[in-house]
């Protein structure tokens, strides 16, 4: 789960790592409130929406107007947050359609010696908890990553011994710090990583961590990913969740028990289990076609479920085609084909439907599915339910 950049910072805050004094605010009088209490004489407005390279990025309504910006007084702060408000951003993350600006961040000022970069992350190839930094901060990461390896530096965690003095030093002098500001780096460096743990998160960045002119460390940036999994426990996390930034189809599918990612392709795919959903996508590419998403049921699919998939993946427009592959095991290709029928007949599906059914109950499901009088086209193996959908979409097959 993704969270907006001020309440990363609220996260941060409570772990006692520096960010920069500010709020969030919903409109322009707020924006100005907020500017007016603050610190200083410069203050930066800054778009809340999931989606990093806010800076560079620019409304569809008016391609002068950044995500970001450093205002120097309360009327230039007031001006740019009305600006962004309501509006639509475009950044390199966002996608052409972009996001709307629903509320900005409005924050103190800051002195910038140096941009840093800094993250933490959970390194499945290793198991472990893994610092990324580097001396190329502001910058996107993963364009240094391809350009200039050597600039990135890994720091792996061992989790039975957790984090320990010699890590965060190593960070801190790799990155050219000395004296109290390698210090206080060092310290920040524990925090971020007792931040990872105590919150479940999957991703902690820090883009740009800056050393000011006088020498103090402070995370100018927040962006925070959280385990799903781990949110029962997480209850104040959970509470974060933004609907309106989210898919509404990964949405509608998440809160359905499904897995559900959309893809830019014109076939929809419903299978059980995400091996078979990776191969079904696979099998379509390799004739020809293109995927429009990969949606998952699970083991345990009931009718009800596959209704609602059905539903997800219609409400593509871009679906010209249904390749339904399930293979029974716990889940049942009887109860599978009664749920094929009754999802058909409620949505009234009007493009070409290709089922591959093969496990436990096959022949009862294939039987329900020829008696239905549907136009329904059953299919014999993957191969033959991929070159089947495809050629129902017009592809190459």
């Known amino acids: 789960m993704n969270i907006h950049e001020f309440q990363g910072k609220q996260i941060f805050r409570k772990?006692?790592?520096p960010v920069p004094e500010g709020s969030v605010a919903r409109s322009a009088d707020e924006a100005a409130k907020i500017a007016e209490d603050?610190?200083?004489?410069?203050?930066?407005?800054?778009?809340q929406i999931h989606a990093g390279g806010r800076g560079k990025g620019a409304l569809t309504e008016n391609g002068d107007v950044n995500g970001v910006k450093v205002c120097k007084s309360v009327d230039e702060a007031r001006a740019h947050a009305e600006a962004l408000l309501g509006g639509t951003l475009v950044t390199h993350q966002t996608g052409p359609a972009g996001q709307k600006v629903k509320q900005v961040l409005v924050e103190a000022g800051c002195d910038i010696?140096?941009?840093?970069?800094?993250?933490?992350?959970?390194?499945?190839?290793?198991?472990?908890?893994?610092?990324?930094?580097s001396t190329e901060g502001g910058m996107d990461i993963e364009e240094v990553a391809d350009k200039t390896p050597e600039k990135i530096m890994t720091v792996a965690v061992d989790p039975a011994e957790g984090v320990q003095g010699y890590h965060v030093r190593k960070i801190a002098y790799g990155l050219g710090?000395?004296?109290?500001?390698?210090?206080?780096?060092?310290?920040?460096?524990?925090?971020?990583?007792?931040?990872?743990?105590?919150?479940d998160a999957s991703l902690m960045e820090v883009n740009p961590l800056v050393v000011t002119g006088s020498g103090d460390i402070m995370a100018l940036d927040a962006k925070l990913n959280f385990d799903p999994n781990a949110l029962f426990r997480q209850k104040d996390i959970a509470a974060m969740r933004d609907k309106d930034e989210e898919d509404p189809q990964e949405r509608d599918a998440t809160e359905a028990g499904l897995s559900y990612v959309s893809l830019d392709g014109n076939i929809g795919c419903l299978v059980n289990g995400a091996g078979l959903a990776m191969a079904t996508m696979d099998m379509i590419k390799h004739v020809g076609g293109a995927p429009a998403n990969?949606?998952?049921?699970?083991?345990?699919?009931?009718?009800?479920?596959?209704?609602?998939?059905?539903?997800?993946?219609?409400?593509?427009?871009?679906?010209?085609?249904?390749?339904?592959?399930?293979?029974?095991?716990?889940?049942?290709?009887?109860?599978?084909?009664?749920?094929?029928?009754?999802a058909t007949k409620e949505v009234g599906l009007e493009i070409?439907?290709?089922?591959?059914?093969?496990?436990?109950?096959?022949?009862?499901?294939?039987?329900?599915?020829?008696?239905?009088?549907?136009?329904?086209?059953?299919?014999?193996?993957?191969?033959?339910a991929a070159n089947k959908a495809v050629s129902a979409t017009g592809g190459a097959a």
């Open 294 to 342: 990969f949606l998952d049921v699970g083991g345990g699919a009931t009718a009800e479920q596959v209704t609602t998939a059905f539903k997800i993946i219609l409400s593509d427009k871009n679906v010209k085609a249904i390749l339904v592959n399930i293979f029974g095991g716990i889940a049942k290709c009887d109860v599978i084909a009664n749920g094929v029928i009754a």
């Open 352 to 384: 070409p439907l290709v089922v591959r059914l093969e496990g436990t109950n096959v022949e009862q499901g294939k039987k329900i599915l020829a008696e239905s009088g549907l136009a329904i086209t059953p299919a014999g193996d993957m191969l033959d």
């Open 113 to 133: 010696k140096k941009e840093l970069y800094a993250a933490v992350i959970l390194d499945r190839d290793t198991n472990m908890v893994s610092f990324i930094a």
């Open 15 to 17: 772990y006692g790592i």
């Open 38 to 47: 603050l610190p200083g004489d410069i203050c930066v407005v800054k778009a």
């Open 177 to 199: 710090l000395e004296g109290n500001t390698a210090k206080q780096a060092a310290k920040l460096f524990t925090k971020l990583y007792n931040c990872f743990v105590g919150t």
